[in-house]
């Protein structure tokens, strides 16, 4: 009996303003591709018109992210060939993409990724800011919990910090960092690869002051805590010190003898703080 072919899913990244940005690759695949799964199929259908490239197309955005996959990959299973594409840059990052690839590789169907542009890598690398270590946030919860345990690992954090924002969201979210970030260099990166690119260095004051009524897709980059560990942990409470530990999943043996080293004190003190009823 004749083996069923089956099909590949393309991770195809496409320009994220200049529509020069893209690769010959990644046009040779949406050319050759039974269908193209976009997130706003009249978005992509400009970039296909600019590319003369003509295709199917479905949507497969946030909303439908779920339903969709199902669908596509009994698509792939009957030997289709097809590329997903988000609004601008690389799919799955911060953008729809990664339901569908988590299922295509349970059933063992190719996954492809066609690498381009990325809004913070390019960002990153034009900010000045240290590029050795980065950790990316993307954009921050609007959940209030969630938001400030995120800005506390923003406050504590090493490694050079990368965040997105919408526009209309960012004056509050400046604000939410001027407590915790303090005089840190910031770089907002607006617009990348379009005419109106622009990098605005800084404080957070300096920000705050200079972004009224700003537009555009907008990249925060973060310079990381230069603290020491005495002066970092100064200020935190033994509980706040010990869940900064936690959320990095350490043990809590480990955890006691961390936090007695920041302290400079011994391990049974700490141990018994978090024994003895409070």
Same mark, same amino acid.
């Given at each position: 009996m004749e083996e069923k072919l089956v099909g590949t899913l393309y991770i195809v990244a496409t320009p994220i303003g200049n529509l020069e940005d893209i690769t010959l690759r990644a046009i040779s695949v949406l050319k050759k591709v039974d269908l193209i799964a976009a997130e706003d199929t009249r978005h992509t259908l400009k970039l296909l018109n600019h590319l003369e490239i003509s295709k199917p197309m479905i949507s497969y955005h946030r909303h439908n992210e779920e339903a969709r996959s199902d669908s596509l990959i009994q698509e792939l299973k009957e030997g289709k060939q097809i590329a997903l594409v988000s609004d601008a840059g690389t799919p799955g990052i911060c953008d729809p993409g990664e339901e569908v690839i988590k299922k295509c590789i349970e059933e063992n169907i190719k996954v492809v990724s066609i690498p381009g542009a990325c809004a913070m890598i390019n960002a990153l690398i034009i900010s000045g800011i240290d590029t050795k270590e980065f950790t990316f946030f993307g954009f921050l919860p609007l959940h209030k919990k969630l938001r400030k345990q995120k800005l506390e690992e923003i406050k504590n954090s090493t490694k050079t910090l990368i965040l997105?924002?919408?526009?209309?969201?960012?004056?509050?979210?400046?604000?939410?960092? $001027? /407590? +915790? %970030?303090e005089n840190r260099k910031v770089v907002l990166a607006r617009e990348l690869t379009k005419i109106h690119e622009e990098y605005i260095r800084g404080t957070i004051d300096e920000l705050i002051q200079k972004v009224d009524n700003i537009k555009g897709e907008i990249v925060l980059i973060i310079e990381k805590n230069n603290q020491t560990d005495?002066?970092?942990?100064?200020?935190?409470?033994?509980?706040?010190?010990?869940?900064?530990?936690?959320?990095?999943?350490?043990?809590? $043996? /480990? +955890? %006691?003898?961390?936090?007695?080293?920041?302290?400079n004190v011994s391990k049974n003190e700490i141990y018994q703080y978090f024994i003895s009823p409070q």
């Open positions: 997105y924002e919408a526009p209309h969201k960012l004056k509050n979210t400046l604000n939410d960092l $001027k /407590e +915790i %970030i005495e002066n970092r942990f100064k200020d935190l409470t033994l509980e706040d010190h010990y869940a900064f530990y936690e959320k990095q999943g350490l043990p809590k $043996k /480990e +955890i %006691i003898k961390k936090i007695a080293k920041d302290k």
